[in-house]
């Protein structure tokens, strides 16, 4: 039981690349979310899928993309990096997507866009 | 919009003293608490929750902490920590119907 995995670990990107960041989870959960960690911001909610076949923009939507695969794959997207996408991005997920749910983290991917 | 304020950025503690974490979170409705740690170069895992019932909350490696509903506080504590403890915490806040919101984190640096 592997919880949460995240692909790659770290990610160096010119400008204007793209790539995608990819999650999957072995909890059978219903919900997964993506978030970025910058110092000292804590986590923000870039998106999040309720359930399979959803997907809602979170705090911080603007210049990605994200595709729930199946239950199981929630990928991220970035069309075009920005240095300003310099993060860590976690990827989370919870069995069901109330307020009262614990998540669950991945171990993160660092990205470096120059 | 709720948003959460952990006062402390970084917090250095010598070894087998205690430590408060502290948090304050604003809401104006029932709120659910949580309490995350990330170790170094790790995702975040569940340290402890508040959902209802009694305000002083026990978690993993001996951490509790209290809502206080007055003082719209989460604070996290542990009597004597080691240094296996090092590491970064955060506090998060989820409403009815909203979004998880995460605090900015405090370092903890445990030094022998």
């Known amino acids: 039981n592997a919880g949460v995995t995240q692909t790659p670990k770290f990610q160096v990107l010119k400008t204007g690349q793209s790539m995608t960041l990819q999650c999957a989870q072995d909890m059978n959960h219903n919900s997964m979310y993506w978030y970025r960690q910058d110092p000292g911001m804590g986590l923000r909610l870039i998106y999040y899928s309720a359930s399979e076949g959803t997907t809602d923009k979170g705090e911080v939507p603007n210049g990605y993309n994200v595709s729930r695969l199946n239950k199981r794959e929630f990928s991220l997207r970035l069309e075009s990096a920005a240095p300003s996408q310099t993060s860590v991005y976690f990827c989370a997920s919870s069995e069901y997507p109330g307020h009262q749910e614990t998540q669950y983290f991945g171990p993160g991917t660092r990205l470096l866009v120059l | 919009a709720q948003s959460v304020t952990q006062l402390d950025s970084q917090v250095p503690v010598f070894e087998e003293a205690p430590v408060e974490l502290r948090c304050n979170y604003s809401s104006s409705v029932s709120v659910y608490l949580f309490w995350y740690v990330q170790y170094p170069n790790q995702g975040l895992q569940l340290l402890l929750k508040y959902l209802s019932g009694s305000t002083l909350v026990k978690g993993i490696n001996g951490f509790e902490a209290e809502f206080n509903k007055s003082q719209t506080s989460f604070h996290l504590r542990k009597p004597s920590v080691h240094i296996s403890d090092t590491a970064e915490y955060f506090c998060?806040?989820?409403?009815?119907?909203?979004?998880?919101?995460f605090g900015g984190g405090t370092r903890v640096l445990v030094k022998p």
């Open positions: 998060a806040v989820r409403a009815a119907g909203n979004k998880l919101t």
